[in-house]
């Protein structure tokens, strides 16, 4: 079983920052891509940022010069620093990875951790 544990989340003003990181762990032979989505309330489900392994990055054009993510590929873990933060910005954070572990590649998600920017 692989399991992505997701810490960070919080309360923070407009302007604010922070930094959510997310930790895999169980049967892993390799992790293709680490990401992180978001969901507001009545909204779908959308990508913020991904990175490959290659240290590639992808950014929804909301967050693009506001947020930074990166990865430490020896700790399995993806970071998402989170600066300028806007009230829109509002939602629950989830990660994601695509991975190779035991029975093939797949997808694993973690179980959300929730950001409020505060007007």
């Known amino acids: 079983q692989v399991q992505l544990v997701e810490s960070g989340g919080g309360l923070v003003q407009a302007g604010g920052s922070l930094r959510l990181s997310c930790a895999a762990s169980?049967?892993?032979?390799?992790?293709?891509?680490m990401g992180w989505y978001r969901q507001a309330p009545g909204k779908q489900r959308e990508l913020v940022a991904d990175i490959a392994s290659s240290g590639s990055t992808n950014y929804a054009d909301s967050v693009k010069g506001r947020f930074t993510i990166s990865r430490d590929n020896a700790k399995n873990t993806v970071y998402l620093q989170m600066n300028s933060l806007k009230p829109e910005d509002t939602a629950v954070y989830y990660c994601?990875?695509?991975?190779?572990?035991?029975?093939?590649?797949?997808?694993?998600w973690g179980q959300g951790t929730q950001v409020t920017v505060s007007s």
């Open positions: 994601n990875a695509y991975l190779d572990g035991r029975g093939g590649y797949f997808y694993s």
């Open positions: 169980g049967s892993i032979f390799s992790i293709v891509t």
